[in-house]
């Protein structure tokens, strides 16, 4: 059984910056693409970011471009979410994810293409 753990969530002002982590245990990281969804109250869950197995292709929101960067290491199991300039509209829990696909070409937005998620992080971006 896959487990993602995400950390790296807290209180920041705006125009501030936070590094999300998500570490995943078992040896088969480096085969899937790798996501980073968020929620924020009253709301459905939102794709955020994603990464294919290899690092080659990324994808984001409309509303992260510019701002944000998805990375991955797969030498130590992690994705990370570097975020930059948040501004309160980013307050949300954030969720890592794991793709359903190994060796997916393109890096997927849709909850349904992923079937393993983290706990979620609180990110929270006063004003």
């Known amino acids: 059984q896959v487990q993602l753990v995400a950390s790296g969530g807290g209180l920041v002002q705006a125009g501030g910056s936070l590094i999300l982590s998500c570490a995943a245990s078992g040896r088969a990281f480096g085969l899937y693409g790798m996501g980073w969804f968020r929620q924020a109250p009253w709301t459905e869950r939102a794709f955020v970011a994603a990464i294919n197995w290899s690092s080659a292709t990324t994808r984001y929101a409309d509303s992260v471009k510019g701002r944000f960067t998805i990375s991955r290491d797969n030498a130590k199991n992690t994705v990370y979410l570097q975020m930059n300039n948040l501004q309160p509209e980013d307050t949300a829990i954030y969720y890592c994810?794991?793709?359903?696909?190994?060796?997916?070409?393109?890096?997927?937005?849709?909850?349904?293409?992923?079937?393993?998620w983290g706990q979620g992080t609180q990110v929270t971006v006063s004003s």
């Open positions: 994810a794991r793709t359903r696909t190994q060796f997916a070409a393109q890096a997927m937005g849709a909850p349904h293409d992923y079937d393993f």
